[in-house]
């Protein structure tokens, strides 16, 4: 018993020597060393509290090792530490997921989508956090959130898109990707590409109606002009697609 003891003490001395190398405790976690790699990362963030990188490593691997309610404290720590910093409730209602806490979890994730900044820098990380955890619903609602806080400052109607089409909603993915076309953040090559993968053909003509719906009131948007006839071409319906050319 005396042995084990001072082999543990021994290893465990040798990793805090370690641990002002924070690689040594990335290849454990690489590894699946989780022990090793949490004795390392919690001796860096107690050394660094405020460095974030040190923060989500440390509860990672308090996560890995199934210690939720030593994660769940550490993010209350943290935001009473950052209460404005909205992903950290995020990272919150994820853990309380883990213990199948949805209802809590659901209230967490309001708190982070009501504290959104209007900053472009968080909105892009607070959604990117939900789409990582396929919570779809969430992400579209801080970036709906995000076109309204920043006032035509920044526009997310591509990513709308793109959550739209994750969702099989196809409608909604097309609205987004006009949007996106007339809001200028994404070019009509980007968008006929797109389309060549996730438009089904039985949706072409509806697409159609929509680009007709803008053109009675931009009837000299050449951009508009060329993806309709984009479509006609699609469907082999090369009389119009020669017609819109005209």
Not at 24 to 30: F, H, R
Request: aromatic residues 14%.
């Amino acid at each position: 018993m005396k042995l084990k003891f001072v082999l543990f003490f021994t290893v465990f001395g040798s990793l805090l020597l370690k641990a002002q190398d924070p690689r040594l405790a990335i290849q454990y976690y690489a590894d699946g060393e989780y022990e090793k790699s949490l004795i390392l990362f919690q001796q860096l963030y107690q050394k660094s509290p405020s460095d974030d990188y040190y923060f989500k490593n440390y509860l990672n691997c308090l996560q890995a090792l199934n210690k939720n309610d030593e994660a769940e404290a550490l993010i209350k720590k943290e935001i009473q530490n950052r209460p404005k910093d909205c992903s950290l409730y995020l990272l919150y209602g994820n853990t309380l997921l883990k213990t199948n806490q949805r209802e809590k979890a659901e209230k967490q994730f309001k708190i982070a989508i009501d504290k959104l900044p209007p900053d472009v820098i968080f909105v892009y990380k607070l959604a990117t956090g939900f789409i990582d955890n396929a919570h779809y619903d969430e992400a579209i609602e801080v970036y709906e959130k995000g076109e309204k806080i920043m006032k035509g400052i920044s526009h997310f109607n591509y990513q709308l898109a793109d959550l739209y089409r994750r969702k099989g909603n196809i409608n909604q993915m097309l609205n987004y990707y006009l949007l996106a076309l007339e809001d200028g953040s994404v070019n009509q090559m980007s968008i006929q590409n797109l389309l060549q993968v996730y438009l089904p053909k039985d949706k072409i003509q509806e697409f159609q109606t929509m680009i007709f719906t803008r053109l009675e009131k931009k009837a000299d948007d050449i951009i508009l002009v060329e993806l309709l006839q984009w479509t006609y071409i699609q469907n082999k319906d090369f009389t119009n697609a020669l017609r819109q050319s005209k």
